[in-house]
């Protein structure tokens, strides 16, 4: 490689500057004794629950509704791309395991770890555009976890009389000091209490559904359209779309390769968590089920207990998507990683703007499909082949050999064009959802109780 061409990008501490003498090794590794990293991090346990918890709230609400603009295809939909989501995201561990191997620079800690691998892998442009998306995947998955969980806390109290607008700022103060916190390292339980809440909730979920089902009519099973197919598609990979954060886990755990094992127990326990509520709840409401199946059941004292368990989940699961976000614009910014008045400014400054698009968008059906078609596509399922591909096909004599047998090339090239023709489609189908006149709900600025009826 062109080292002129691709100059050596020094990740620890915190800004990147050229290499200009042999002093790397000697400094990065001063840098692990020091902050201990050898030692400490995550185990493939606690990064496996990051996965799962980070993820699973939003599916579990959003499945059922995706069934049904899917339709019974839906479940060959989910079962392939819960599994090209896998695959993408243990290549992109393997991708960051190639630049430890080539690169000292990359065995300390890293802020900018996806950004840092697509830099490796094609360049400053590349990098450029892969941290647009990841902040636009982020962001939106964000605002969608916040409209979430103010929607459900609402829903559940609603004899308060206080509207979802005002959750969404109670909520916005409630989370702010938590983005504080450095990084995933330092606020594992929340990654935990995440998952409990989800499980207890998946479990009383269940029961409620069944009870429904029980006792209700013969659901109807309409052939979907187009449009909605794709809508569903958007949403299928929104459930599933964690990726773009896989690298700020990986760089945070003991074993950085055993990340694979932790990627594939999580997404397989999401698949456990997934399944029963996606297929349980299109088959009892059939096309009547609503963009949030919780909706859709009947009035009980358990349905607001899965509505506040849920609602933990997403303030938790906040927590964990936004921080990759925040480490890189402290990189951007080159703010010590520290706590300080700097940080503070700029994390709140992105709640702020989170909060700006929540009240301007409340309607959090029509940005889910939204982002999962566009950013989670890109980062969840395109990005990491090509950088995967790249990476094992540039050749330096010392470096260790990477090589791809013939049958995972032709899958990652299946992945690829799969999420880049499905995710176009999806895009297209959310967009035009988006600009209908009925679709429309007034911001909360404009009208704080509009969103109530959503």
């Known amino acids: 490689m062109d080292e002129d061409k691709y100059p050596v990008l020094q990740m620890s501490d915190n800004i990147l500057t050229h290499a200009e003498d042999g002093d790397d090794t000697k400094e990065n590794e001063d840098t692990r004794k020091t902050t201990g990293h050898e030692n400490k991090g995550l185990s493939f346990w606690i990064a496996s629950v990051f996965i799962v918890g980070q993820m699973a709230g939003s599916g579990v609400l959003a499945l059922p509704a995706a069934m049904r603009d899917a339709g019974w295809s839906g479940i060959p939909l989910l079962l392939f ?168 886990f990986q760089n945070d755990m003991r074993n950085r390769n055993d990340f694979a094992k932790a990627a594939t127990m999580g997404f397989a326990f999401l698949l456990i968590l997934y399944l029963p509520v996606a297929i349980l709840g299109y088959a009892t409401y059939g096309d009547q089920v609503k963009e949030d199946v919780i909706d859709s059941i009947s009035n009980s004292t358990v349905k607001s207990i899965i509505q506040v368990l849920l609602a933990l989940h997403m303030l938790f699961a906040f927590l964990l998507v936004i921080n990759a976000s925040s480490q890189e614009f402290e990189e951007f910014f080159k703010i010590p990683n520290k706590f300080g008045w700097k940080r503070v400014v700029i994390r709140s400054s992105m709640m702020l703007f989170i909060v700006f698009m929540a009240q301007s968008i409340p309607k959090f059906g029509k940005v889910l499909s939204l982002v999962g078609g566009s950013a989670i596509t890109l980062t969840a399922s395109v990005f990491p082949c090509i950088f995967y591909y790249r990476l094992c096909s540039l050749k330096q004599p010392e470096w260790p050999e990477r090589y791809i047998p013939l049958h995972e090339k032709i899958y990652l090239i299946v992945i690829i064009v799969y999420g880049i023709l499905g995710g176009s489609m999806s895009t297209y189908a959310a967009v035009e959802g988006i600009v209908q006149p009925d679709s429309f709900v007034p911001p909360c600025y404009v009208n704080s109780t509009a969103a109530n009826a959503i």
Not at 89 to 109: D, P, Q, T, V
Not at 181 to 194: E, H, Q, R, S, Y
Request: hydrophobic letters at 50%.
């Open 81 to 248: 791309s819960c599994l090209n989501s896998l695959y993408a995201g243990i290549c992109l561990g393997r991708c960051w395991s190639i630049l430890e191997e080539r690169y000292e620079e990359y065995k300390g800690k890293c802020r900018y770890p996806y950004p840092a691998i697509a830099y490796r892998a094609f360049g400053k442009k590349t990098q450029h555009i892969v941290s647009f998306c990841i902040d636009v995947n982020l962001f939106g998955v964000a605002i969608v976890f916040l409209l979430l969980s103010s929607q459900l806390i609402a829903s559940a109290a609603h004899s308060t009389g206080v509207s979802f607008c005002y959750w969404v700022l109670i909520l916005a103060v409630f989370l702010c000091p938590l983005m504080w916190l450095g990084t995933p390292d330092d606020f594992w339980p929340a990654a935990v209490i995440a998952l409990g809440t989800t499980i207890t909730a998946c479990i009383l979920l269940i029961v409620l559904i069944a009870r429904d089902a029980a006792s209700s009519v013969h659901p109807n099973f309409p052939s979907p359209d187009p449009t909605k197919f794709f809508l569903a598609f958007g949403t299928i990979y929104f459930s599933f779309g964690g990726a773009a954060s896989f690298p700020t």
